[in-house]
């Protein structure tokens, strides 16, 4: 066992410190040592999307990234989402949007959708359904995970112009 | 068609686990963390068919860091003729023990040969990689045509025809006779790919063997009870010693039914004295996983002048994998469902081949097969100057109508999905422009019944808490809430309801089979009634009177009412508690048929097509939730339109899995399809109180030929072979 | 008398026969009365991989199902689904 790393790094607007191997991906870090499990692994190589996480201020698949390159960052989890108890409009648009239906891609999606309406405030569908193609989702068919993202940017960023 | 109104049946309530869900607090089964936990690994064979000579595991377990290894020495022999019985279909416990770990030979590449459990899951898979393992290679045989071939090599001493594990044949009228009365008859061989249901969280178990000789186990499962009796069946202890506890799960689709790695990870935790989590890789799905069969097809249909199908035959060779069950009996009772057919008769053959065993995958063995039909009819049509609709329309099974297999039809919704889909908008509008085509086809699937139980307790506050066993994969908490809720004149957000362990709840059958919210919402109503019954019991006792009625959430006698709240909070008093359990096992079953209208472009150049508009049409019997009834529709019609145009496993002539990832084995992506419109016919099924068909399959039945016959319209080719890519559709 | 249907490939025990009326109040009573009449037929009839179905319906309760004297009797192929 090779020897471990001491992190710092700001999860969720929180000061967090972790110990890893120098091997561990950043999904392993936040599921396994932090416990943050919220941020799911489909595929552990990239394709999936499921373990998408913002990393400063880009969102990356965390499957890909080492834990130790999280030193000095600032991540945010599907856990970081909500203000409190209130669910973000996301969150809320997918609930009532069916938007979800086994749920595991949904914590991906969510984080990635949340970068899309910070970038596109009114994105069209085409937009939106080209920032999602990194996630996938193999029960929904997406028509539902489309409209209720739009249906979010509205909510939070009233009707376009 | 549906008339009832209801208070809740028909609504859209937010699911009772979507906050959870939402929110990343819902426990799926790779996110359980155990005091001393330790993490496994399995080691799998390179090889796609090879006699085992040696294995060595000393290695492995001098490794620093490993609790304990396992192979199949470490497992009970399975007694060569031992059926276990799941209540879902009956398998051979070799074949099932066989598949777990192989021993003797390994049947395909990926099959499970060792495991590993060790203090993480990087140590582990460093000493698996440590096992040494002799094999002598054997030749191997990958499609069904050829493991049907005189010469093929042989996998299984044990099976009476070579490869050919199971017969089907179905007969029915004078075949020859039927096909004279022909004026066009027209003959189609198809081919299908391996393809995968690609759920995204990869399949997980833990287990803990208390040195008490108890089993404890957490995983993502269709079925705690399935896979509860599986393990025991594979550890050959009792049912009574094994508790499955079912995580929330992250897509199924059929292909969580099956257990893996559930009595590998109990036999590792016997070990090592410690619980042990076994987590699958991606590449570990596609190749130690069930995929659903690849197949060949060869259909024949005649039609007289009228548009009437006078004669259908149909032979059917699906490869079943490593062990035999290759759903060739559903595609050979499916390939001329949809349609009153005199003179029929229908040959499958379920053929064993070096590839992973094959598991079902919604409607299983039921695409490949309405392929065929579906394309058949389609040129039929064209042939005679028909509408393809109308010719569907000319032949629909009804009410009564005999299938091949030999029932007859109870009510079913042919003709009304068929209707709607010629009503449809979709339907009637023109096409974009050039390359362009439009398919439609149809299909049909059983469902299922088997049992369910769950309990409803009445709290003092009026709500109601509802404990259940069917893993919700789709908002089935919610689903089940709402029969409970209109029974008892509640608001589904009045249903608590909780999906307990296999101790803690009446036997239930898996979330599969399109089940759950007919079979389960079935207990519930049960339930839901006895509920009613007491709570009357109680009001009378307050009253003092013999007869109390009860309609929309009010208990009424002589001009005395009860809320169900006011009631529920003077039970206390009127003799305690109220707490009703119901089990069910029904007959009533009603068969959904679902057909699909599909627009596609072709670009002449690159053999590219894009899906332009796509309409799901579906009979629901009744559609309890109408937003996860449409969920069902869309999700069934997007893998649908996947398996058409690009998934396939592809294997090298060695039977290596050569695209074992997602970015290889391309499923479709938000950018590839457009909204997916749906109409949901509603046919209720006179079997359940609220008409309840059930929705999770069918859906997957018509996109195959309607996607084949749309690429038909839009390049005049009739392609043979799925998936259509572009390679297919250029012809390279 | 139920009608009991004979599977296509069960028909090479009955000399080709597609279907027989028997007398019996259950399916078990049909099966034991056929059996009298195709000795060995009932282990071709009673099989794992086969669901009986009566009047249109498959039975969860196999041999046990009440049967009437107009009532039809299949063996088809059992099914879960996924
Ligand atoms: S788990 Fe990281 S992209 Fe799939
Ligand atoms: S909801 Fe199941 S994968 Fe998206």
């Known amino acids: ?161 | ?732 | 008398m139920a009608t009991v249907f004979f599977p296509t490939l069960v028909r090479q025990q009955t000399g080709g026969l597609a279907q027989i009326e028997v007398p019996g109040a259950t399916v078990g009573e049909l099966i034991i009365a056929i059996e009298a009449r195709f000795p060995g037929i009932s282990k071709h009839l009673l099989r794992p991989n086969l669901a009986i179905s009566v009047d249109d319906e498959v039975t969860p309760l196999g041999v046990l199902e009440p049967v009437r004297p107009d009532s039809e009797v299949h063996f088809i192929a059992a099914i879960s689904g996924g």
């Not at chain 2, 607090?25 to 001393?36: E, F, I, P, S, T």
């Not at chain 2, 707490?579 to 009533?588: E, H, L």
Request: glycine share 10%; charged share 20%.
């Open chain 2, 1 to 732: 068609m549906s008339t009832t109104t209801y208070n809740v049946i028909g609504t859209r309530p937010v699911r009772h686990d979507g906050a959870d869900k939402v929110t990343g607090r819902a426990l799926y089964g790779a996110d359980l963390q155990l005091a001393r936990m330790i993490h496994g690994a399995v080691l799998r064979s390179p090889h796609a068919h090879a006699r085992i000579l040696r294995i060595d595991t000393s290695k492995a377990e001098a490794f620093p860091g490993v609790f304990a290894v396992v192979t199949a020495a470490d497992f009970p022999e399975a007694p060569a003729d031992k059926i276990v019985d799941f209540g879902e279909g009956d398998t051979m416990l070799s074949s099932l023990r066989g598949n777990i770990l192989a021993s003797g030979k390994v049947l395909y590449s990926g099959h499970a040969v060792a495991a590993v459990a060790a203090v993480n899951a990087h140590v582990a898979a460093e000493a698996a990689a440590l096992i040494e393992v002799d094999y002598e290679p054997l030749p191997c045989v990958l499609t069904a045509p050829e493991a049907m071939a005189p010469g093929a090599p042989i996998l299984h001493d044990d099976l009476p025809n070579g490869n050919v594990a199971e017969l089907i044949r179905y007969e029915m009228g004078d075949l020859d006779a039927g096909f004279a009365e022909a004026t066009v008859i027209v003959e189609r061989e198809l081919d299908t790919a391996t393809v995968h249901q690609g759920y995204i969280e990869p399949q997980n178990a833990t287990a803990f063997w208390s040195s008490d000789g108890r089993i404890h186990i957490w995983c993502s499962t269709q079925g705690s009870f399935v896979a509860r009796d599986a393990s025991a069946a594979v550890l050959d202890v009792p049912v009574s010693q094994v508790k499955v506890t079912p995580m929330e799960i992250g897509g199924g689709f059929g292909g969580k039914i099956n257990v893996y790695l559930e009595p590998v990870a109990a036999m590792l935790s016997k070990k090592a004295g410690r619980p042990v989590k076994l987590v699958m890789s991606r590449r570990d799905v596609f190749t130690g996983t069930g995929p659903t069969p690849g197949s060949r097809v060869r259909v024949k249909i005649g039609v007289n002048d009228a548009g009437k199908i006078t004669a259908a035959q149909a032979w059917l060779a699906y490869e079943a994998g490593a062990y035999p069950g290759a759903m060739v009996g559903p595609g050979a009772m499916t390939v001329f469902a949809c349609y009153d057919i005199p003179n029929v008769l229908i040959e499958g053959f379920d053929v064993v081949v070096n590839k992973p065993s094959t598991a079902a995958y919604r409607a299983p063995g039921a695409p490949n097969s309405a392929l065929a039909t579906e394309t058949v009819l389609d040129e039929i049509a064209e042939k005679l100057g028909l509408d393809p609709l109308e010719l569907r329309l000319r032949n629909a099974a009804q009410e009564g109508t005999r299938r091949a297999d030999g029932p007859r039809y109870k009510r079913i919704g042919c003709i009304e999905v068929l209707e709607a889909m010629k009503a449809s908008p979709h339907y009637n509008a023109p096409l974009p422009g050039p390359n362009c085509g439009r398919g439609v086809a149809i299909g049909f699937w059983f469902n299922a019944g088997l049992p369910s139980s769950a309990t409803l307790s009445v709290n003092a506050d009026g709500t109601v808490n509802l404990i259940e066993g069917s893993t919700d994969i789709g908002g089935s908490r919610t689903s089940l809430s709402m029969q409970a809720a209109e029974v008892l004149g509640l608001r589904a957000e009045d249903i608590h309801p909780t999906i307990v362990d296999t101790d803690s709840v009446g036997y239930t059958g898996v979330t599969g089979g399109s089940r759950t919210t007919f079979s389960t919402g079935l207990a519930v109503h049960d339930a839901a009634q006895i509920v009613v019954e007491q709570m009357k019991a109680r009001a009378a006792r307050l009253w003092a009177v013999d007869e109390v009625a009860f309609s929309n959430g009010v208990f009424s006698a002589n001009g005395q009412s009860f809320t169900f709240a006011e009631l529920a909070a003077q039970l206390g008093a009127t003799g305690g508690p109220v707490s009703c359990s119901a089990t069910v096992n029904p007959k009533g079953v009603g068969g959904s048929i679902a057909g699909l209208i599909i627009d596609v472009k072709v670009d002449p150049e690159t053999g590219k097509t894009d899906v332009l508009r796509v309409t799901s049409v579906q009979d629901a019997g009744k559609a309890i939730h109408p937003a996860y009834v449409e969920g069902q529709m869309q999700g069934g019609t997007a893998q649908g339109i996947g398996w058409a145009l690009n998934e396939e496993y592809f294997m090298d002539t060695a039977g290596d899995m050569r695209n074992g990832s997602y970015l290889d084995y391309r499923m479709p992506t938000a950018l590839d399809l457009p909204m997916i419109e749906t109409i949901i016919v509603e046919v209720p099924n006179p079997g359940h109180p609220f008409g309840v068909r059930g929705v999770g399959e069918a859906n997957i039945v018509p996109p195959l030929a309607a996607v084949a016959n749309a690429l038909y319209r839009a390049t005049g080719k009739r392609l043979n072979r799925v998936p259509m890519n572009p390679a297919t559709i250029l012809g390279l």
């Open chain 1, 1 to 161: 066992m090779s020897v471990k790393v001491q992190v710092q790094t700001t999860i969720n607007n929180e000061p967090v410190e972790f110990l890893c191997e120098p091997r561990q991906s950043l999904l392993e870090c936040l599921r396994d040592i932090v416990g943050l499990t919220g941020t799911k692994e489909g595929c552990g190589d990239g394709n999936c999307g499921s373990c998408t996480v913002k990393l400063g201020d880009r969102i990356v698949t965390s499957c890909l990234v080492l834990g130790v390159e999280a030193a000095g960052e600032s991540i945010t989890t599907v856990e970081g989402l909500a203000h409190g108890s209130t669910l973000h409009p996301l969150q809320k648009a997918f609930l009532d949007h069916a938007a979800l239906q086994c749920g595991i891609c949904t914590p991906g999606f969510l984080i990635a959708a949340d970068a899309l309406l910070q970038k596109h405030p009114h994105p069209t569908e085409e937009q939106t359904r080209f920032w999602l193609s990194n996630n996938l989702c193999r029960c929904t068919g997406y028509d539902k995970i489309v409209r209720a993202v739009q249906a979010a940017a509205i909510e939070i960023n009233g009707a376009a112009q």
